[in-house]
């Protein structure tokens, strides 16, 4: 779609609107006057309220929208910036629901994290219905969305209140799997045809563990949370595990830890072996991954076990240890559908897991759903899905605790971690809701490094590929000295 601007440059705030309301448009910025298929936005500061305007011209019919805001409320250059970019969205979706596009179930949101929209409210002191009832009215988000956002942001104001000020987690990447599910873009290389990168993999993580150590320790931070993700960890043998997490002991504080996660998301990675010397070290959690419960469509995505394999292996991880488990789900996978997606549901509940994570489907770039085309359900379907699992697990008395949306996922849905009471995943929701510094290691490891002051929030990545990784592993270490940078600049500003 040809796009025009008047009186700003926001072009990401237009894109993320043009893409979640159009996805089959794409952008273009056509010189000359506005003429055809076209979106226009302008920008105009008055003597009390900054307002947006947009008009979308498709098919030869033309529909407006509106935003605005006051002057007042734009206290400096970034709330400016934000309340800006705000009123430009919502103009530009008010513009695409008047031209007749179906009201998306989040509104005019296109963020990520929806929760911290929320959150401010219940700061505010509002109750939750006031809290609910504002948040549609500014962002035009459903009912059952508003309930699931105010659910999960009043347990991230919860947490919020439990934090101290040098509480961390830990985040271990393990870029291995046993094979490459359809829907992943992450491993370049399933660990069947790249077992020879695992032992240098694990001496460079060794390497990037101390250096990080080191720098946790001069700081004096507290770590409250480790997250050992991938890929899947449990790719690794028994002995690997054993000494990755005898040196974290080694290294590392644990003794402020609230919670120790692994994810053995894939059941044909799971043995006794491996979870004696998880549960040896104190690990408390475990990730047991089905997706789907329909053999049908475990064979669809690439995964080479069954579903019976899935119970056989819960059945094994509840034999050897005390684990909270999480079993993850995906709506919208190929070859699903309502009824199946429902059975899954069924099953799932059956086996009674401390905590269900259901995802929807993000057509990420890389995958082999994006590289070869496949039927998949389509939104309306999706949206089925999601709420037959919304409905089923707070009945079975699960609650949502944590809540995020991705770029490309189908028909604008998002991803709710629901739990039993008393269950909550400090590190989902800390990470999703940026509530303290995640200190990443291994393949992909993503640093977030935050800031509660208003100043910059800092991020440091390694490379997500394992040859990649080891090759790199010297730089992924140096930049590691720039955590001790960024507190340095937070305590002198304090002072």
Same mark, same amino acid.
Request: contains cysteine; glycine residues 8%; hydrophobic residues 35%.
């Given at each position: 779609?040809?796009?025009?601007?008047?009186?700003?440059?926001?072009?990401?705030?237009?894109?993320?609107?043009?893409?979640?309301?159009?996805?089959?448009?794409?952008?273009?910025?056509?010189?000359? +006057?506005?003429?055809?298929?076209?979106?226009?936005?302008?920008?105009?500061?008055?003597?009390?309220?900054?307002?947006?305007?947009?008009?979308?011209?498709?098919?030869?019919?033309?529909?407006?929208?509106?935003?605005?805001?006051?002057?007042?409320?734009?206290?400096?250059?970034?709330?400016?910036?934000?309340?800006?970019?705000?009123?430009?969205?919502?103009?530009?979706?008010?513009?695409?629901?008047?031209?007749?596009?179906?009201?998306?179930?989040?509104?005019?949101?296109?963020?990520?994290?929806?929760?911290?929209?929320?959150?401010?409210?219940?700061?505010?002191?509002?109750?939750?219905?006031?809290?609910?009832?504002?948040?549609?009215?500014?962002?035009?988000?459903?009912?059952?969305?508003?309930?699931?956002?105010?659910?999960?942001?009043?347990?991230?104001?919860?947490?919020?209140?439990?934090?101290?000020?040098?509480?961390?987690?830990?985040?271990?990447?393990?870029?291995?799997? #046993?094979?490459?599910?359809?829907?992943?873009?992450?491993?370049?290389?399933?660990?069947?045809?790249?077992?020879?990168?695992?032992?240098?993999?694990?001496?460079?993580?060794?390497?990037?563990?101390?250096?990080?150590?080191?720098?946790?320790?001069?700081?004096?931070?507290?770590?409250?949370?480790?997250?050992?993700?991938?890929?899947? #960890?449990?790719?690794?043998?028994?002995?690997?595990?054993?000494?990755?997490?005898?040196?974290?002991?080694?290294?590392?504080?644990?003794?402020?830890?609230?919670?120790?996660?692994?994810?053995?998301?894939?059941?044909?990675?799971?043995?006794?072996?491996?979870?004696?010397?998880?549960?040896?070290?104190?690990?408390?959690?475990?990730?047991?991954?089905?997706?789907?419960?329909?053999?049908?469509? !475990?064979?669809?995505?690439?995964?080479?076990?069954?579903?019976?394999?899935?119970?056989?292996?819960?059945?094994?991880?509840?034999?050897?240890?005390?684990?909270?488990?999480?079993?993850?789900?995906?709506?919208?996978?190929?070859?699903?559908?309502?009824?199946?997606?429902?059975?899954?549901?069924? +099953?799932? !509940?059956? !086996?009674?897991?401390?905590?269900?994570?259901?995802?929807?489907?993000?057509?990420?770039?890389?995958?082999?759903?994006?590289?070869?085309?496949?039927?998949?359900?389509?939104?309306?379907?999706?949206?089925?899905?999601?709420?037959?699992?919304?409905?089923?697990?707070?009945?079975?008395?699960?609650?949502?605790?944590?809540?995020?949306?991705?770029?490309?996922?189908?028909?604008?849905?998002?991803?709710?971690?629901?739990?039993? +009471?008393?269950?909550?995943?400090?590190?989902?929701?800390?990470?999703?809701?940026?509530?303290?510094?995640?200190?990443?290691?291994?393949?992909?490891?993503?640093?977030? !490094?935050?800031?509660?002051?208003?100043?910059?929030?800092?991020?440091?990545?390694?490379?997500?590929?394992?040859?990649?990784?080891?090759?790199?592993?010297?730089?992924?270490?140096?930049?590691?000295? +720039?955590?001790?940078?960024?507190?340095?600049?937070?305590?002198?500003?304090?002072?």
């Amino acid at each position: 779609m040809k796009l025009y601007f008047c009186g700003h440059d926001y072009k990401y705030a237009v894109e993320q609107m043009l893409l979640t309301l159009f996805p089959q448009e794409r952008p273009e910025y056509p010189e000359g +006057k506005p003429q055809g298929d076209r979106m226009e936005v302008k920008l105009s500061r008055g003597d009390k309220f900054t307002t947006a305007t947009c008009t979308v011209c498709l098919n030869g019919k033309i529909s407006h929208g509106r935003g605005s805001v006051k002057n007042t409320v734009c206290t400096d250059e970034l709330e400016t910036a934000r309340q800006c970019q705000h009123i430009i969205k919502d103009a530009i979706y008010r513009a695409a629901v008047a031209a007749g596009h179906e009201r998306p179930v989040w509104g005019s949101l296109t963020g990520v994290r929806p929760g911290k929209l929320m959150s401010p409210f219940l700061e505010q002191g509002m109750s939750d219905r006031e809290a609910v009832k504002e948040f549609i009215s500014e962002y035009d988000v459903s009912p059952e969305r508003a309930q699931l956002c105010l659910d999960t942001s009043k347990e991230t104001v919860k947490l919020e209140k439990e934090l101290q000020e040098k509480d961390i987690c830990l985040y271990i990447g393990i870029p291995f799997c #046993p094979t490459r599910c359809a829907y992943c873009s992450f491993v370049s290389q399933s660990v069947e045809k790249s077992m020879k990168l695992i032992p240098p993999f694990f001496e460079a993580l060794k390497q990037e563990v101390r250096a990080v150590a080191e720098q946790v320790e001069k700081l004096g931070l507290r770590v409250i949370s480790i997250y050992m993700g991938g890929g899947t #960890p449990t790719t690794l043998s028994a002995s690997q595990i054993d000494e990755l997490c005898s040196l974290l002991e080694e290294c590392f504080d644990l003794s402020s830890l609230r919670e120790y996660t692994v994810e053995a998301g894939r059941p044909d990675t799971i043995t006794e072996a491996k979870l004696k010397a998880l549960k040896a070290h104190g690990v408390d959690r475990l990730s047991v991954n089905p997706q789907t419960m329909s053999d049908k469509v !475990l064979e669809t995505i690439g995964r080479r076990h069954s579903a019976q394999d899935i119970i056989s292996a819960l059945e094994l991880v509840r034999q050897t240890g005390d684990f909270a488990v999480n079993m993850d789900l995906i709506a919208g996978l190929p070859d699903d559908n309502v009824q199946s997606f429902n059975e899954t549901i069924d +099953k799932v !509940l059956a !086996l009674d897991p401390e905590n269900i994570t259901v995802h929807t489907l993000a057509l990420k770039k890389g995958s082999r759903l994006m590289l070869e085309g496949s039927d998949i359900p389509g939104a309306a379907e999706v949206g089925r899905m999601l709420d037959i699992a919304m409905e089923k697990l707070r009945g079975a008395g699960y609650q949502p605790y944590y809540l995020y949306r991705q770029k490309f996922m189908s028909g604008g849905f998002e991803n709710v971690g629901w739990t039993k +009471k008393g269950f909550n995943n400090i590190y989902n929701i800390c990470i999703m809701e940026e509530l303290c510094s995640i200190i990443a290691m291994g393949g992909g490891g993503s640093t977030k !490094l935050i800031r509660h002051d208003g100043g910059m929030n800092i991020r440091l990545t390694a490379p997500k590929y394992p040859q990649e990784y080891i090759n790199g592993i010297d730089k992924t270490c140096k930049d590691k000295e +720039k955590i001790a940078e960024f507190y340095s600049a937070i305590k002198h500003k304090e002072e």
